[in-house]
């Protein structure tokens, strides 16, 4: 049976549902908001497929526009008020480094979900994982060795540097092929760079979100730092239409990318787009061994 965990703190929620796979593997499903595991306001649920075999693997929270609201609030206010963005580089990249080894310490867990949950082989998602891994880490060195820069080409009276700073709150909302280790290609940096984040996984393959998410906690992630919401494209639109929201990474189709432009348009945020990725393939219903290859 699922479990829910619930908040009353107002202006925090996170949706979660756990339950058990063969094997007694324990996966998340849900909404979540400022560091709290609660029930989707609308009280409606998506069943994830393990598509090898058509199987329910589990019941995800959808969220709706008062959860994705709750969820941008919740990043406005951790960015706004909160220490992320002021931390010190130091300790955002201890922290970084702290998330890289808990995510290592449980990569078997991490690649056998992603291969009940998207399909890969469990060889090529536990390479994922080792990759999402890496990525944490080269976000915590970047962060020890990189500062502020002077402009040495600057007349003798003026000082002049750059200072780099986060962006705000950022949406970000990755595609389905790849679900934990294009997550971590948009969360990574804009972690390690003190932002805040709302992030929304695919609807088709969510599970090791929802286990990012108990792991990014674990490492004393701040409340509000890290926000996840699953549901279907509008979701993504209503992310990029807020106006507390400074920034929104897409990877995904043309027709998504368009829809997530527009809402984007009537506030001026940053938008970044990866767009249209193809691999064609053929399937025959005979052996390689008894393939004809045609000269011309």
């Given at each position: 049976m699922p479990r829910l965990i619930k908040s009353s703190a107002a202006g925090t929620a996170i949706v979660s549902a756990t339950t058990h796979l063969a094997g007694d593997t324990d996966v998340a499903d849900s909404v979540v908001y400022c560091g709290v595991w609660q029930a989707p306001q609308q009280a409606r649920y998506r069943a994830v497929i393990n598509p090898a075999n058509e199987n329910v693997l589990a019941e995800v929270a959808v969220a709706g526009p008062v959860d994705a609201q709750l969820a941008i609030s919740a990043a406005r206010q951790a960015f706004d008020q909160g220490p992320w963005p002021t931390m010190a580089v130091t300790e955002r990249a201890q922290l970084m480094q702290r998330i890289a080894g808990l995510i290592e310490k449980d990569a078997e867990h991490l690649a056998r979900l992603e291969t009940l949950n998207a399909g890969k082989t469990l060889g090529e998602s536990l390479g994922?994982?080792?990759?999402?891994?890496?990525?944490?880490?080269?976000?915590?060195?970047?962060?020890?060795?990189?500062?502020?820069?002077?402009?040495?080409?600057?007349?003798?009276?003026?000082?002049?540097?750059?200072?780099?700073?986060?962006?705000?709150?950022?949406?970000?909302?990755?595609?389905?092929?790849?679900?934990?280790?294009?997550?971590?290609?948009?969360?990574?940096?804009?972690?390690?760079?003190?932002?805040?984040?709302?992030?929304?996984?695919?609807?088709?393959?969510?599970?090791?979100?929802?286990?990012?998410?108990?792991?990014?906690?674990?490492?004393?992630?701040?409340?509000?730092?890290?926000?996840?919401?699953?549901?279907?494209?509008?979701?993504?639109?209503?992310?990029?239409?807020?106006?507390?929201?400074?920034?929104?990474?897409?990877?995904?189709?043309?027709?998504?990318?368009?829809?997530?432009?527009?809402?984007?348009?009537?506030?001026?945020?940053?938008?970044?787009?990866?767009?249209?990725?193809?691999?064609?393939?053929?399937?025959?219903?005979?052996?390689?061994?008894?393939?004809?290859?045609?000269?011309?």
């Amino acid at each position: 049976m699922p479990r829910l965990i619930k908040s009353s703190a107002a202006g925090t929620a996170i949706v979660s549902a756990t339950t058990h796979l063969a094997g007694d593997t324990d996966v998340a499903d849900s909404v979540v908001y400022c560091g709290v595991w609660q029930a989707p306001q609308q009280a409606r649920y998506r069943a994830v497929i393990n598509p090898a075999n058509e199987n329910v693997l589990a019941e995800v929270a959808v969220a709706g526009p008062v959860d994705a609201q709750l969820a941008i609030s919740a990043a406005r206010q951790a960015f706004d008020q909160g220490p992320w963005p002021t931390m010190a580089v130091t300790e955002r990249a201890q922290l970084m480094q702290r998330i890289a080894g808990l995510i290592e310490k449980d990569a078997e867990h991490l690649a056998r979900l992603e291969t009940l949950n998207a399909g890969k082989t469990l060889g090529e998602s536990l390479g994922d994982v080792g990759n999402v891994v890496a990525t944490f880490r080269f976000y915590a060195a970047l962060l020890e060795t990189e500062s502020a820069s002077v402009n040495s080409h600057a007349p003798a009276h003026v000082i002049s540097f750059n200072q780099r700073e986060p962006v705000g709150v950022c949406a970000l909302i990755a595609p389905w092929n790849y679900p934990l280790l294009q997550a971590v290609w948009k969360i990574a940096p804009a972690l390690a760079a003190g932002n805040t984040v709302v992030f929304k996984p695919s609807s088709l393959t969510p599970m090791t979100a929802h286990r990012l998410a108990e792991l990014l906690a674990e490492a004393g992630l701040p409340a509000g730092v890290f926000n996840l919401l699953c549901g279907p494209g509008d979701v993504g639109e209503l992310l990029a239409a807020s106006g507390d929201v400074d920034l929104v990474s897409l990877t995904g189709g043309a027709g998504a990318g368009g829809k997530v432009m527009r809402a984007a348009s009537g506030n001026f945020k940053r938008v970044a787009l990866e767009l249209g990725a193809r691999i064609r393939t053929s399937c025959l219903p005979m052996p390689i061994s008894k393939w004809r290859w045609i000269k011309r």
